[in-house]
């Protein structure tokens, strides 16, 4: 009898666990796509905000050492993602030297390629930006084509900080 009552113990925490799995299977997945350096605060406020829901949240935070590169790594991510969050400011940021596109636009692409609900948030002109937070020269240019893109494609909204992005995300 004591045989029986672990085995079924055992098997019911095997259900609960395959069924934790199951539901968080049936959440919603969250990409949140920026550069980093320059946008630190806002993503780690949507990230707090998004964890009041019942979504899973995926973002370059939490990605840890893994075989493929990085690029490699965040596009597969955005194929599992159900929603792509795109924070904008003033930084191309990292750039994959084949295309010269920034990894922030391949996510973007990959989002499109794979029909994901975008929302695309971009700082407002009117923002207080540190200087070393905002690059120059071609970079700045293919930001701004990007950007003019993502405003034709896209109803966008504007923020002027992690606090006001938050509020637009609520």
């Avoid at 790594?73 to 750039?95: D, F, H, M, P």
Wanted: include cysteine; glycine fraction near 4%; charge should be negative.
């Amino acid at each position: 009898q004591e045989c029986l009552r672990q085995a079924m113990q055992a098997s019911l925490a095997t259900a609960l666990i395959y069924l934790k799995k199951i539901i968080n299977l049936m959440k919603k997945t969250i990409f949140i796509s920026s550069t980093y350096k320059d946008l630190v605060k806002e993503r780690k406020a949507v990230w707090e905000l998004l964890k009041r829901y019942d979504v899973n949240i995926v973002g370059m935070e939490e990605f840890g050492a893994r075989k493929d590169s990085p690029l490699t790594t965040c596009l597969k991510e955005v194929e599992q993602s159900n929603i792509y969050i795109g924070i904008i400011a003033n930084r191309w940021g990292s750039i994959e030297e084949e295309s010269g596109k920034s990894y922030t636009q391949l996510e973007y692409e990959k989002a499109i390629e794979k029909d994901k609900e975008i929302l695309i948030y971009l700082i407002d002109e009117t923002a207080s930006v540190q200087i070393d937070n905002i690059d120059f020269g071609e970079k700045h240019e293919s930001l701004e084509l990007f950007k003019k893109e993502l405003q034709k494609n896209h109803t966008i909204d504007r923020f002027i900080n992690a606090t006001d992005l938050v509020e637009k995300l609520e």
